[in-house]
């Protein structure tokens, strides 16, 4: 049974940064792909991006040259460094573990309880 637990939210102004850490466990984190999500009030939840067993990263255009994704596969975490927030960064950040093909789906049986980020302007 996989399980995830975010952590690092909080308020931000504007142009400010945040890092969200995931903790995983469950699951040798360094032989998967992990990947970061938010959901913004009265929105569905979107892939921000996702980090590849080999390291590689990709990034949803909306937050590419301002997030970056990272990994301590010793400390079974990932990481969101958020840099230059927006006011539409605001939302619950949630992480998960599976294939590409089913990061980049977002169809997962189980969430961790996610991160609130707020971006005041």
């Known amino acids: 049974q996989v399980q995830l637990v975010e952590s690092g939210g909080g308020v931000v102004q504007a142009g400010g940064s945040l890092r969200l850490s995931c903790t995983v466990s469950?699951?040798?984190?360094?032989?998967?792909?992990a990947g970061w999500y938010r959901q913004a009030p009265g929105k569905d939840r979107e892939l921000v991006g996702y980090i590849r067993s080999s390291g590689s990263t990709d990034y949803a255009e909306s937050v590419k040259g301002r997030f970056t994704i990272s990994r301590d596969n010793a400390a079974n975490t990932v990481y969101l460094q958020m840099n230059s927030l927006k006011p539409d960064d605001t939302g619950v950040y949630y992480c998960?573990?599976?294939?590409?093909?089913?990061?980049?789906?977002?169809?997962?049986?189980?969430w961790g309880q996610g991160t609130h980020v707020a971006v005041s302007s």
């Open positions: 998960n573990v599976g294939s590409v093909g089913t990061i980049k789906s977002g169809n997962f049986r189980s």
């Open positions: 469950g699951i040798i984190l360094s032989i998967t792909t």
